[in-house]
Structure formats: C-alpha cells, structure tokens
C-alpha cells in the first residue's frame, strides 16, 4: 500500500519514499561509524604494569602511548627520533605525571641499535606485561641498506 504521507515541493512523499530514505540514511551512517576507525573503551587502571612500545613517538603508537598513559601504565619507548621520543615523554608527563616513561633511540635497520634496546630493556624493568611492536616503514621512496648491510 503505497498511501501519500505528506507534499513536498509539488511531490506526494509517500510511505515507501520513507522507508526508502530511511534505510539509505542508517546506511551511511553505519558506513560511517565502520570506516572512521576503532577506539579503545577499556577503563581499566594499569597501575603496575609495563608497557614496551616500538614506534610509540608518532601516529597510532604515539596515541597508544599517550592512552597506556592515561590509564597509569608505565611505558617504555623505542623509535629513532630522538626528539620526537623526548617530545612524546613531555606529553605523557602532562598527561599523567604519575607514569614512569622513559625512552630509548631504536632503528630496527640497526642490530647493535636493537641489542642495545633490548638491554636498556632489561635493565629498566623486571617483567613485560604489554608488548606493542608497532615500528614500521611505509612508502619507501628508494631502497636503502640498512647498516648491516641487508
């Protein structure tokens, strides 16, 4: 039963005209709320646990950091700009001032790079409750060696 519900511009909108727009618009919506990424909902407090974070000093592991943070979790953190890293530890100290966050230049082109961050690991912490191994390179505009020669 197609009934007209109302006029609009000399249009008689009916019922399936609705139900049509309806759908269309809990559609995009749904779209939407899908494609415009996740965001964590845990409230939990992690006094006392210890986080280790490759890459932690920009994009998504910069905003992990910075929640880690927020919920009193300690944070260790490797990347390769120095600045940046110690960029990065500011904004934790305003965050939470509580939070022991500290940092250590990593370049994982670099072995002696990666066995001196595993050592300043295990010197700065006696467990390991979250491992976040975000480093990465995206859209390289050349190859390059890494200084091992790979």
């Keep these: 039963m197609n009934t007209t519900i109302f006029t609009l511009f000399n249009r008689n909108i009916t019922n399936l005209h609705l139900v049509f727009s309806g759908s269309i618009i809990l559609l995009i919506a749904a779209l939407k709320s899908y494609t415009s990424g996740g965001v964590c909902k845990v409230k939990r407090d992690l006094t006392g646990k210890i986080a280790v974070i490759t890459g932690g000093n920009t994009g998504i592991g910069k905003e992990t950091v910075l929640d880690l943070a927020a919920k009193n979790c300690d944070i260790i953190i490797g990347a390769r700009d120095k600045a940046k890293l110690e960029e990065t530890v500011k904004e ?31 010197n700065n912490c006696t467990k390991i409750d979250f491992l976040i191994n975000n480093a990465g390179v995206m859209m390289i505009p050349e190859r390059r060696e890494t200084k091992n020669g790979l």
Excluded: H, R, T
Aim: charged share 25%; aromatic share 10%; net charge neutral.
């Design 92 to 122: 934790i100290a305003k965050i939470n001032p509580k939070v022991n966050a500290v940092y250590a230049v990593l370049d994982l082109g670099d072995k002696d790079s990666i066995e001196q961050f595993a050592k300043f690991v295990q």
